[in-house]
C-alpha cells in the first residue's frame, strides 16, 4: 500500500537560510509521481514542484528543488534562501500508476514551516 | 487561465441537513478529485471523477457522494450531516488522472455542522 510520511511536525527558520523538508515514500508500483504543495492559512493548495520516479535529474522550481534519492525512497524539499512569505503548511503527496486507468494521490501529514525575520 | 473554483466558500449547517458542494475545474480537465482536510484526519481522498464517471473512491461512508458533469463540473453530496464533517473540502482538477499530472487545487470550501 501506499504510503506518505513527514516526520517534521514543525519547524523555524531563520529569513534568508536554506530549509529542507523531509518526505519518505512507500510504494510497489514502479511507476509514480511525487509533489509537494504549499498551504498557507488562506486553505488553499499550491501545486510547488513534481519529480516522476523515472526522472534522472532533481527537479528544480525557481527556489524550490527536490532531492530524490529513490533507493532510500525519499524526496525531500529544499528551499533555497527562505523569506517570509514561504511561512505554510508543506505537504508532500504521491500518485501511482495503478493497474488501471484510476490512480489517487495521498498525502503526508504535512510540515508547519515558519520563518523567523 | 481561470483556476479550479469552489462554492460556496463558506457554510453553516446543522446535524442531520444534507449540503451540495460545486467545483468547476480547469478548462480542459477532465479528471476532478475531492478531499477532506479535518485538523485531527489530515487530507483524506473522498473520490475521483473522469468523463462522468468515479473512478476512484477513498474509505468514506455512502453519506458522502459526488457526480460529474458533461462539462467536467462536478458536485458532492453529503447526506445526514454529522458534526465529524466540519472540514475543509477541497477539489483539485488534471487533465486525465495520470500519474504524473499535477493536480490543481480550488480555494475550498469551509464546512461548519453545528
Known amino acids: 500500500a501506499q504510503k506518505i510520511t513527514q516526520t517534521q511536525p514543525g519547524m523555524f527558520v531563520q529569513e534568508k537560510e536554506a530549509v529542507t523538508l523531509d518526505c519518505t515514500y512507500d510504494?510497489?508500483?514502479?511507476?509514480?509521481?511525487l509533489f509537494w504543495y504549499k498551504q498557507p492559512s488562506s486553505g488553499e493548495m499550491i501545486f510547488l514542484i513534481y519529480?516522476?520516479?523515472?526522472?534522472?535529474q532533481n527537479a528544480t522550481e525557481g527556489r524550490y528543488s527536490l532531492n530524490f534519492q529513490k533507493a532510500r525512497k525519499s524526496a525531500n524539499l529544499v528551499i533555497s534562501a527562505s523569506q517570509l512569505g514561504d511561512s505554510a503548511m508543506y505537504f508532500c503527496?504521491?500518485?501511482?500508476?495503478?493497474?488501471?486507468?484510476?490512480?489517487?494521490?495521498?498525502f503526508g501529514s504535512g510540515t508547519r514551516l515558519s520563518i523567523r525575520p | 487561465k481561470a483556476g479550479v473554483t469552489q462554492t460556496p466558500r463558506y457554510l453553516i449547517k446543522t446535524r442531520g441537513q444534507q449540503v451540495t458542494l460545486s467545483c468547476s475545474p480547469i478548462s480542459g480537465h477532465r479528471s476532478v478529485s475531492w478531499y477532506q482536510q479535518t485538523p485531527g484526519q489530515g487530507l483524506q481522498f473522498l473520490f475521483e471523477?473522469?468523463?462522468?464517471?468515479?473512478?476512484n473512491k477513498g474509505n468514506f461512508p455512502g453519506r458522502f457522494s459526488g457526480r460529474q458533469f458533461s462539462n467536467s463540473r462536478s458536485e458532492m453530496n453529503v447526506s445526514t450531516l454529522e458534526l465529524g464533517d466540519s472540514a475543509l473540502y477541497l477539489c483539485a482538477s488534471s487533465r486525465a488522472g495520470g500519474e504524473g499530472e499535477t493536480q490543481y487545487f480550488g480555494p475550498g470550501t469551509r464546512l461548519l455542522v453545528l
Open positions: 471523477y473522469f468523463s462522468e464517471t468515479q473512478r
Open positions: 503527496a504521491m500518485r501511482e500508476r495503478g493497474y488501471s486507468s484510476a490512480s489517487k494521490i495521498i
Open positions: 510504494t510497489s508500483d514502479p511507476s509514480y509521481g
Open positions: 519529480q516522476g520516479s523515472y526522472d534522472q
